[in-house]
């Protein structure tokens, strides 16, 4: 079982988040996590009503991975959203040395529980963008996510309508 906990610029578990890696060959398909936290940074200081939620994926006590979701202002953000707010399912990796031990599909279903909450304020979709070769598509599939046609900045749209 998984465990969810959030991350601020603040907090102790920063340093040990921006330590995990993946694979040279997933490189391609991920930020690294220090991009990512100081992108939450920027969207919760000066994102005009748009919020990003960061959090660390912890197995047995022991940090494994990386997950991050936002609601996005068509103020701030409108690539996906057609001028109502949205939910984006940000980043998402879990370590080299933790992979498929299922905790990447735990934390998924985790993280879209919560999102279909609306925690953040009413959205009807959650989007999530991605190379067409990642192999973790299937993934966001098995959750309902569909691919809408659309390719920004050479990555595929998919949404989940929530």
Known sequence: MIELKPISI????VKECIQLDILPEQRKFVAHNASSLGQAYAVNQWGLGSKAAPYAIYA?????GFIMYALFKPEYDDEYGAGKDYYYFWRFMIDKNHQGK???RQAMAQIIDEIKQKPFGDAEHCYIS???GNPAKNLYKS???EETGQIIHDEAIARLKL
């Open 10 to 13: 603040l907090d102790d578990n």
């Open 143 to 145: 959750f309902g996510f």
């Open 130 to 132: 991605y190379e067409p």
């Open 60 to 64: 047995d006590g022991k940090m494994v």
């Open 102 to 104: 299922g905790y990447g």
